[in-house]
């Protein structure tokens, strides 16, 4: 008996109020019982491990050997904005199995007694890490063991449409986020884990003076003096991306990953190599203390070290990454064509590499940048 | 003896209602909590213990990741003295005060038309007209991100039209963008207030003042409108108070400029880590909206006694 049956029925008095309410109420359940049923049958989300990462990290091409494993079902996942966002948010109770923060953060990462260290020697693909970036400020747990596994590494810098950006015969430089001529054409990462740190190089503060007063003002001030010509700034690189590829913006600080995909469109769009040094970065995977799955957390982090995985860093997201094998399908000109090499510490030591900060500076830079960003 | 009689009747009739149900039986009020009890329990866990922490941790000041717990008025103190949360308060006042004018003004037409002017399936028109609004509020809001943006719907429009030669910029990232999103997203929220006042309106009454020699506008302002006030005075709570904690409009459409209040206040539960000043600005938000509410049910009282 179907429901306009069933309708029919009640309005022709055929069928008792009760009757329908019977049906009612069996259709209710139905529907109510009905997704716990689909679940068990769909293998499961819940079998997975859980990885916390920034945006565009969550996609199949990074977790090929992990889908093998398991019935081609990728991680769970969940993503942030910025890493102080994400450990503000684990710090509130969130579990999840493997996050991903940079080498700047590691150290506060582990001082908050949140993450368990990592035995390489459950990694398949540990041989085949290239040791510089392994070798970390903070970095080493007791026997042997490590806190983060390094994963990627590659720049920060500045994103700009090569059509639509005249540098008037001068070399690439950090001013073109600062240029009034573009204003209301300009973008930014909304992270002060990367936008501070590109204030310091664009004031000429040192890294190792970063948390003094005087830079802090000077970064500040830069800082300031950029908000009033910015479009907007985002956590999001589609959106960046987007207005790059519209002309909606000129010129945006982004990491190689936009460049590189925005050429890969034919958007006539260049990766800035400014005078001044990028900003450069190691990041990697934790695994939580109280990981749901550790088994699952080490295959994530194998699938992310693997050589496939590699490829498609270098290849489509201009990405340094950990694994030395993942290079030898690429060759010297084509590395360099997106800055980097087969010895990071070349790309890294060359541009300005983000050095790990006290956890007071870290609130008090997030605090400042966020009120400069809303215009004060 | 009729006295004891009686009495013993009673006592004998009342051991088969139950102890339960006799004590139901005889007070009136235990029936009513009783029937209470599962929304009181969901005020209480949901609402009230939520509300208790949110006024403690405001009261306390951040220190590195901890709290520390003893009991201040010091970021009340930052709220009135830093002029950030001053300006970023009274911009999210602006902003949804605006727009619950611009929604009351805009769906008020359409109340008007089904409850005076449609006669049959006016419970369809009612649907359609709430149709867009069965989709995702964050859907909502990202199809207006494509209608505003820079190569937009209105932009590439006016442009193939020829009227505007580059696109236009304010439209997104901006003010404007946040108070046409937020106008159109709440409107299921004005038009049915609208529509259930105007409905209630007794016809004759209009008829009444044609008779007496109204035209339609004083007759639309001496009975239609103060009819309808209570419907006016829920949708504008419905809206406003709502969209002047929204975070995700702001967030999405708002730009640099645009920022609200909610914005902030999230921030401080993330990337700025203070939680007691996230509570305290939720806590001088919510102040401040109970008193702008008070006032202008005071001003719509005093307008009401005015138009009587």
Redesign the interface.
């Known amino acids: 008996m179907d429901i306009v049956d069933q309708l029919g029925a009640v309005r022709e008095g055929k069928m008792s109020r009760r009757a329908f309410t019977r049906s009612l109420l069996a259709s209710g359940v139905a529907i109510a019982t009905l997704p716990a049923g689909a679940r068990r049958a769909m293998a499961a989300p819940e079998d997975q491990g859980t990885y916390f990462t920034w945006g565009g990290y969550d996609i199949p091409e990074l977790f090929g050997p992990y889908m093998a494993n398991n019935n081609g079902e990728m991680p769970n996942f969940a993503v942030f904005g910025g890493s102080e966002e994400a450990l503000t948010k684990m710090r509130g109770g969130f579990v999840v199995d493997v996050s991903h923060p940079c080498n700047q953060a590691m150290p506060r990462w582990v001082a908050t007694g949140l993450f368990q260290p990592i035995d390489p020697s459950r990694l398949g693909n540990w041989p085949d890490v290239i040791p510089a970036l392994v070798d970390l400020e903070g970095n080493d747990a007791e026997g042997g063991s490590i806190w983060m596994a390094p994963f990627d590494w590659g720049q920060t810098s500045i994103t700009y449409r090569t059509d639509l950006v005249d540098l008037e015969g001068k070399e690439e430089s950090w001013d073109i986020l600062w240029d009034p001529k573009y204003s209301g054409k300009l973008g930014s990462l909304g992270s002060g884990a990367d936008a501070w740190w590109v204030g310091a190089i664009k004031a000429g503060v040192d890294f190792k003076d970063i948390d003094t007063p005087e830079a802090f003002e000077k970064i500040a001030a830069v800082m300031r003096e950029q908000r009033p010509l910015m479009r907007t700034y985002t956590d999001d690189n589609t959106t960046l991306e987007q207005a790059l590829s519209s002309g909606e913006m000129v010129a945006s600080m982004t990491w190689a990953s936009s460049a590189v995909q925005l050429q890969a469109e034919g958007v006539p769009v260049k990766f800035a190599k400014p005078k001044e040094g990028a900003l450069t970065w190691v990041c990697g995977l934790m695994i939580h203390k109280d990981a749901p799955k550790v088994d699952k957390a080490y295959e994530i982090i194998d699938s992310l070290l693997s050589v496939e995985t590699g490829h498609f860093m270098i290849n489509d997201y201009g990405y340094g990454h950990s694994n030395i094998k993942a290079f030898d399908a690429f060759d010297a000109a084509k590395l360099d064509s997106l800055g980097l090499s087969k010895t990071p510490s070349e790309v890294l030591s060359a541009g300005h590499f983000q050095v790990p900060q006290t956890q007071e500076w870290e609130t008090k830079m997030n605090e400042t940048f966020e009120q400069i960003k809303a215009g004060f | 003896m009729t006295e004891t009689s009686s009495s013993s009747t009673k006592a004998q009739r009342s051991p088969g209602r139950g102890g339960l149900s006799g004590l139901l039986h005889r007070h009136e009020n235990l029936r009513g909590f009783l029937l209470m009890t599962p929304t009181l329990l969901v005020m209480g866990v949901g609402i009230i213990a939520p509300f208790f922490i949110l006024v403690t941790m405001s009261l306390w000041t951040r220190q590195?990741?901890d709290f520390d717990t003893t009991l201040t008025m010091a970021n009340y103190a930052r709220t009135w003295n830093e002029?950030?949360y001053g300006?970023?308060l009274s911009r999210s006042f602006w902003i949804s005060g605006i727009a619950t004018v611009a929604t009351v003004i805009l769906c008020y037409p359409m109340a008007y038309f089904v409850a005076f002017h449609v006669h049959r399936n006016k419970m369809m028109w009612i649907i359609l007209m709430t149709l867009p609004f069965w989709t995702s509020y964050l859907l909502r809001v990202f199809a207006w991100k494509v209608i505003l943006?820079?190569?937009g719907v209105i932009n590439s429009g006016l442009m193939a039209v020829g009227l505007i030669e580059a696109?236009l910029?304010f439209l997104l990232?901006s003010q404007e963008a946040v108070i046409i999103t937020l106008a159109h997203a709440w409107a299921a929220f004005a038009i049915l207030p609208l529509y259930v006042s105007l409905e209630k309106i007794d016809k004759s009454l209009l008829e009444a003042a044609t008779d007496l020699g109204d035209g339609p506008v004083a007759r639309f302002m001496r009975i239609t409108l103060p009819l309808s006030l209570p419907g006016v005075i829920a949708a504008c709570f419905l809206i406003f108070i709502p969209t002047t904690g929204d975070y995700i409009t702001p967030a999405l459409l708002g730009?640099?400029?645009g920022?609200m209040i909610g914005n902030?206040i999230q921030?401080q539960?993330?990337?700025?880590?203070?939680w007691p000043m996230g509570a305290t600005l939720s806590m001088v938000l919510m102040m401040w909206i109970s008193l702008i509410a008070l006032v202008f049910l005071f001003i719509t009282r005093l307008a009401r006694e005015k138009i009587a």
């Open positions: 590195g990741f002029p950030i300006a970023l943006g820079y190569e696109p910029e990232y730009g640099p400029d920022a902030f921030l539960f993330g990337p700025v880590n203070n």
